[in-house]
């Protein structure tokens, strides 16, 4: 994922991981070349207004490197040539902001079921905790736990997002589906009850960073 603007690369690589896929983010052409370089990714969605060069010259150097990666121009442009650009000049398939997030990830299963593979796996796991999103169950430590449906969505958003910080904003919009308004006490109350039932033992897995968030890594 190239782009500049950090809500839509989370929202986009919160989604995506929800799916089952590995899923790096870059916010310039130069440094989503040097992931391309090192992870050799099956799909790149790119944005074309970047703060070094274009995502058009990030395409053809990535094609310059041999790179079979499918190219989803995810862009504010929507003029019929910058289209026409995006696909005859190497890209695979466009789409304009704003777009809705269900018909990216559908675009992206569909560039990924062409390349022959698909996601691994529906579970995600920190240590012993493990989140099965087809089973909508979560265990700790091989223990079964019991959690609604909006602590079962934050643990979700958190596990798909583990190593990361993720903003009290970024969670109401991944979990809420609202702003709201700064107010974190609902998110506090949450985080506090799923600590309760998976992050009780000395081997705390859920971190608040005070100030911006909450994170779900091992240390």
């Known amino acids: 994922m190239v782009d500049d603007e950090d809500n839509i690369s989370f929202l986009v690589g ?7 896929y590995l899923v790096e983010c870059a916010a310039t052409g130069a440094a989503g070349l040097a992931l391309a370089a090192a992870f050799d990714p099956q799909v790149v969605v790119l944005d074309i207004q970047l703060p070094d060069f274009d995502g058009y010259e990030v395409l053809r150097r ?3 490197t041999g790179s079979k990666a499918s190219v989803l121009f995810l862009t ?4 019929t040539g910058d289209r026409v650009r995006g696909l005859t ?4 398939d466009y789409l304009v902001k704003p777009f ?4 990216l990830i559908a675009r992206v299963q569909v560039a990924v079921r062409r390349s022959g593979s698909a996601p691994a796996t529906n579970r995600l796991r920190v240590a012993d905790l ?3 999103a087809d089973a909508h169950r979560v265990w700790r430590g091989g223990r079964e736990a019991a959690l609604s449906a909006t602590e079962f969505k934050l643990l979700h958003c958190l596990m798909a ?3 990361r910080v993720v903003t009290r904003g970024q969670i109401l919009d991944q979990v809420w589906q609202y702003d709201f308004g700064g107010e974190s006490a609902i998110i506090e109350s949450f985080i506090s009850s799923l600590r309760k039932k998976v ?3 000395d081997r705390r897995l859920i971190h608040t960073v005070r100030g911006v968030g909450y994170s779900v890594r091992e240390s």
């Open 14 to 20: 919160s989604a995506l991981r929800l799916q089952g």
């Open 62 to 64: 990535l094609r310059a």
């Open 76 to 79: 504010a442009r929507s003029a």
């Open 199 to 201: 992050d009780a033992d």
């Open 161 to 163: 997002n583990a190593g």
């Open 89 to 92: 000049e190497g890209g695979d």
């Open 100 to 103: 809705a997030l269900e018909e």
């Open 130 to 132: 493990v989140l099965d």
